[in-house]
Structure formats: C-alpha cells, structure tokens
C-alpha cells in the first residue's frame, strides 16, 4: 500500500558532522565541508520536514571564520527557499529554544522575513558547548542569523527539565526531546538523584510520537562516565544518540512493533580519530513517522567521505624470528606488503580521493622501525603518510601492591606507553590522585583541569593556571590567619591539607568564568593577578558605591633589599611604578524577572497553545517560565526571582572610566632640565 507524503513526517538525521575538522591539512581541508554539502544534498533530493542534527556540528568550540562563513553559506544556499514547511509548532517557543528574554523569539521557518525550506534543528555537543563570557556557543551565531533552530540547552544543569518541541503535521502529532551535552559525571548525577525530568503534554500525552535526541558517552568508560541506556524513560519511542563515531543504523522496513525505547546511532560523517570503529561505513538516517505512532528508518550512505581502511595485526603470525635473522629488511617489507594490500582494499569504496589507512602492529620481541621514513613511501598514494603505522606492545599486567599502587594495574612498558584516549587518561589520573593527595591541590579542581587540557577543548593553560591559583588562594588564606592566631607546623599542616578535601566543585567553573571574562589576568612580572573573585556569597568585592575594587599591579624589578644586607644598600627604582588602570564600571545587575514568552503562531495562523506536565509528576505547576539558561558547568546561573546580585564588569574603555582613572592617578614628578655648567644654552641645546 502506497503511503503519501502528506501522511509522514519525514526527518534525516545525522550526527557528529565537526565541521572544520583537519582544516589545516592540505589534503584533509574540506572532507567535513563536502560531507556536510552531500548532507544536505540528501534532505533537499528526499523533500524531508526537517534536518535533525545531534550535536557537534563543529569541530572546535571557537570555530575559525572560514569555517563559520562556509557553514553559512551551505545552510543559505540549500535550506532557504519557497517550499513550503507543513509542520505546526503548538508548545511554548520560548521554553524550546534558546532565547535571552529581550526578543520574541519563534523557529525560523515562522518568521515572516525569511524564506525557510528545509529547517534544521540542532543540539550542541561537547566540541561546541556553549562557554566563555556570555555562555555562547557557535551554534548561537547561525541561531539568531535563522540558519537554524538551535534547542536542547539546560537551564539548571543539577535540576534538568527538558520540553519537548510539540509539532503538528495533519494528523501526526511528534514531540522533540533535545538534551545537549552535559558532563557525563554530572549528568549521571543527576539522573541518579531523579532530577532530570521529561515533561510531557497535559492533554492526551499518549497520543504523541516521543523522539529524544542526546549527545552523551553510551559506551562505558568509568563509573559514572557515562549515561546507560536503562536511564531514557520508558515513554520514549526513539532515541538519537549522538557523540558515538561508529555507525549502528541498519534498515528498518517494517514499521511494526519494535521495543521501546529504539535507540539509533547515525555516528560521525567524517573520521576524527584513526580507530576501528571509524572505519565503518558512513551513513545518515532517514525517518518516517506516521498517524499512528509506527515509524520506518532508512540508511543513506555517504559516498563524499574518504575512504578508511584498518587492520590490526601481531608480528609473530606473520614472520618467524629465523626470517628476520636471515633478512634485516624482513620486517619492512612485510609491513609494505600488506599497506599495498590496504591500498588496493580502499579502491572497493569507489571514491577518487587517497584513502585513510592505519596498521596496528604488536611488535613483541621485534625490533620497531622508523614510521615517518616509511611513510614517505607512500606520498600522493594515502591521505596520512606520517601516522600510517602504530605500534605497540602487549600490556603485561601485574600485581597491584600497596607500593607501586595504581601504575602496576596499568602494567609496564619499557620501551615507552602507547597512545592512550582521553577517557583512559583522566580515569588514570584519578586512580593516582586516590592514593596520592596532593593537599593543598583539590582532587577534584586537578581532574576538571586534566580534562580541559586533553578533552576537546585542547585548554593547554588549564592545569598551570589551576594549580596557581590554589597555591596563592591558599598562601593568602594561611597569611591572614597567622595574623590573628599564632600556628604551629602541625596546625598549618592541618589548614593546608583542608584545600585539598574539600567536597564542592563549583569553584573551579567560578575561576574558569573569571579567566574568560578577563578577570585573570597577567602583570608584567609574569606572576598571575586575581581581580578578587566570589567571595562567600557568590558575589564579587565592591566598594560602597558598587564599582569593583582593582588590586594594584605588582611591581617590577628585583626585591627592594636583598636578604642579608641592609635596607639602606638596596637599589632604588628609577621610576615609580603608576596605578593600576581601571578595567572599567562594575554594575549591580537587578534580579532576573521570570521569562515569560507569549505564544506566537506560525505565518499568521492561531492556534491553542500546548502545555507541559511532568512526566513524573503530574501535579505540577504549569509555570515552567522562570529557569532561565546556564552552560555546561558554571554554577552561577540566574534562578529566577531567587537570583542573586551579580556584578558585571565593563571592559569598554569609556571616557568616564579614563577621566576617572587620569583624576585618581598621582601627578607625575616633571622632570628637571640638566645644566652643565660652563656651557652656553646654545651649546647646551
């Protein structure tokens, strides 16, 4: 039986697109830019409803403006145009999309001035997450240039309510969960503790269609670093998981009763990583949907992705130790042999770009070779000469004693570590810091650190930046109280190792916002300045008028007097050092008032609008309007009408801030003309 199109709702989803990805390659440059084009090739060629996108649209959180302004132009030239979008949106817009209060706020295809044919909804993912000063993400610049509809934003990240984006298309009725990326640690928190809640229409919410898109671990790599599949609530027809790179779709054809909920992963379009599960073939998924709640899923493969071919082998089952003795080239020519093969393998892929390969090889008991001379064999025939072999040895796992502690679990070897996944690394450090406190560094602040360092965002000042400002946060602690009180060495022993205990970790996201709103700064010494940061009640020191206290600057130069010798001796500074300038106003901000969005209707139409119930609490208050958005750690969101006082700093050199600093600065001493005697003044000049 023949279905007709105006009795679906047709959506292509993909994933993990990381748009920008190897941009600096000469050969790589534009793989992730020609798979998204043939993406959206894909949803223009099949007329779908939407295109669904389940996070990490781009490679780097701080996209470069080649990167950003070719996106655009891929999303202006295929997804603006006069087709028309069937699709209602009866929910509150303001609770699904990301909106700051100031605007009326709609999806784009409802908007007026623009001409939208295929939209496109996405979440973010943990390569584009909103951070930095104002919480943005890229995803925000192509939000409000209507490029796209960006969702799925947490407003609390210990309290998350996700509501879903109620659409309309005929008969169909289908409700969008979106929940972007959130720190696995804490989001199985959260999860654990029954904080995540699904809210659901009032009226008749079986009726609907639940699709949860998501962007997390699936895969478990530590205790809680990661977030099980038994966590979806029940009422979930299908899952979109994103963030996973291996392709787990199939091909759906019979749209009949499958288990509830079905959880699909579309994978990444381009290969980031040189790992098996890269190596499979790239697809994005077709879905349909119709009246009844049944649903059929379709693969499309991607043709545009360069091929990726990945073998894994041991040296042992492929030479003897008799054929290395009797040829010394034994093994080089072995491992040519068999790239050859892998060459030839790629050509089946029926792509004319050079190909990925990666050789894993154990070499247990053979002798390595040089892997960059050996790819210089293989320059114009493969995308990645420098890295075609990885090899390693087999772990030889041993004992763990009280001695050796976590480094014998993780086993020896002696001709250096393999390359290890960021997953693996902070679940090592971890496992170091248990059994090894490092006082007055907190646990806890040194794994954030580690993890901004390795993760995706490639933070190479987190740890030293970190590590000083604990030591000066606890050098200044200690300072103030001996003052006051005379201490031991085991009392101050015993305040120090309070640092590195204690169990909040909401001060590292202080500290990090800080240093992104330029509060962190460097003096000309080179040592690290603290504007002074949260103080105990979450707000910023100010004086009695509000404007923010600046500390001096430290001085340059040598110490005054050496240790030793007299005062009197020491080397005066040949100039004094001018104040500090002011880094600008510093304005109390009024308590958030609750948001509230009124209903818009699509094109001019009116409609009902559709409201929420919890899915586990039906009892409710239907006033969902007051959370208002925070990224992904920092714990200084706006609550409401609870919200606390918070200063905002003022970096724009105004005249008022300069009159006032150049009116508060010292006069400098004039200096005094040198006469030497015995010369005339025209000599003298």
């Known amino acids: 039986e023949e279905i007709k199109m105006t009795d679906l709702i047709r959506i292509l989803v993909a994933t993990d697109i990381h748009l920008g990805y190897a941009e600096k390659d000469q050969i790589r440059t534009d793989d992730s830019m020609e798979s998204f084009e043939e993406i959206l090739k894909i949803a223009k060629k099949e007329k779908v409803d939407m295109l669904l996108l389940g996070g990490d649209l781009f490679h780097d959180n701080k996209p470069t403006r080649k990167t950003l302004h070719r996106c655009m132009e891929l999303l202006r030239h295929y997804c603006m145009g006069s087709q028309p979008c069937e699709m209602e949106i009866v929910s509150d817009q303001g609770k699904n999309f990301h909106v700051d209060g100031k605007y009326d706020w709609k999806v784009n295809y409802e908007d007026p ?51 879903p984006i109620l659409i309309k298309k005929g008969e169909i009725q289908l409700a969008l969960y979106g929940l972007g990326n959130i720190r696995d640690e804490r989001l199985h928190r959260t999860f654990v503790e029954k904080k995540v809640k699904m809210l659901r229409p009032k009226e008749d919410p079986d009726s609907w269609f639940n699709l949860l898109v998501l962007h997390q671990n699936r895969v478990k790599h530590g205790a809680t670093n990661y977030i099980p599949e038994e966590f979806v609530p029940k009422f979930i027809d299908v899952v979109v998981w994103g963030h996973e790179h291996d392709c787990q779709v199939g091909s759906i054809a019979d749209p009949g009763e499958v288990e509830r909920p079905f959880i699909v992963q579309p994978g990444s379009s381009i290969a980031t990583s040189l790992s098996k599960g890269e190596a499979e073939r790239k697809h994005v998924l077709l879905v349909e949907i119709n009246a009844e709640k049944q649903f059929r899923m379709i693969s499309r493969p991607l043709h545009t992705v360069r091929p990726f071919v990945f073998r894994d082998i041991e040296l042992a089952d492929e030479l003897t130790q008799s054929e290395v003795e009797r040829n010394e080239d034994a093994v080089e020519e072995k491992l040519e042999q068999i790239i050859r093969e892998m060459i030839d393998e790629s050509k089946e892929h029926a792509s ?25 064999r293989f320059v114009g025939e493969v995308a990645n000469p420098k890295d075609l072999l990885l090899f390693h040895r087999r772990r030889q796992v ?34 170091v810091l248990a059994n090894h406190p490092l006082g007055v560094l907190r646990r806890d602040f040194f794994n954030r650190a580690v993890e901004d360092c390795v993760g995706p965002k490639k933070d190479k000042d987190s740890i030293p930046h970190m590590v000083r400002f604990q030591v000066d946060r606890a050098t200044d602690t200690l300072v103030s109280r001996a003052k006051d009180t005379e201490m031991d060495e085991e009392t101050m022993m015993t305040e120090v190792m309070k640092f590195g205990v204690a169990d909040a970790d909401d001060d ?42 600046s500390p001096p600057p430290k001085a340059k130069g040598k110490a005054a007097a050496k240790k030793g010798k007299p005062a009197s001796k020491a080397k005066a500074p040949s100039k004094a050092p001018a104040p500090a300038k002011s880094r600008g106003k510093a304005a109390a901000k009024s308590k958030a008032a ?45 609550r409401g009408d609870d919200a606390p006082e918070v200063m905002e700093i003022d970096d ?34």
Request: without cysteine.
């Open 352 to 376: 004319t770009k050079s190909p990925l390969l990666r050789l894993r090889v154990e070499y247990t008991n053979f002798e390595t070779i040089n892997t960059q001379r050996f790819g210089q």
């Open 113 to 163: 001035n623009y001409n939208i044919g295929i939209p496109v909804f996405s979440i973010h993912g943990n390569h584009d997450d909103p951070t930095g000063d104002g919480a943005l993400s890229a995803l925000d610049l192509l939000s409000t240039a209507n490029l796209l509809n960006y969702f799925g934003r947490s407003r609390k990240i210990d309290d998350v309510q996700v509501a």
């Open 652 to 685: 724009d050199d105004d005249d008022e801030d300069e009159s006032a600093a150049a009116a508060a600065a010292p006069a400098p001493a004039s200096k005094s003309k040198r006469v030497i005697p015995g010369r005339s003044k025209r000599a003298r000049r």
């Open 508 to 549: 590292y996201d202080k500290v990090q916002s800080a240093r992104d709103r330029g509060l962190y700064q460097k003096t000309s010494t080179g040592d690290d300045a603290f504007d002074s940061l949260d103080d105990s009640d979450g707000n910023r020191g100010s004086d009695d008028d509000g404007a923010a206290a």
């Open 398 to 431: 041993a004992p763990a004693t009280k001695k050796d502690g976590a480094s014998a679990a993780h086993g020896t070897n002696p001709h250096g570590p393999d390359r290890i996944d960021v997953p693996e690394v902070l679940d090592l450090v971890d496992e």
């Open 594 to 638: 609750p948001l509230v969005m009124a209903p818009t209707g699509g094109r001019g139409r009116k409609r009902k609008q559709v409201n929420y119930s919890n899915a586990d609490d039906d009892d409710q208050s239907e006033d969902q309007a007051s959370f208002v958005i925070d990224d992904d750690d920092d714990d200084d969101e706006y």
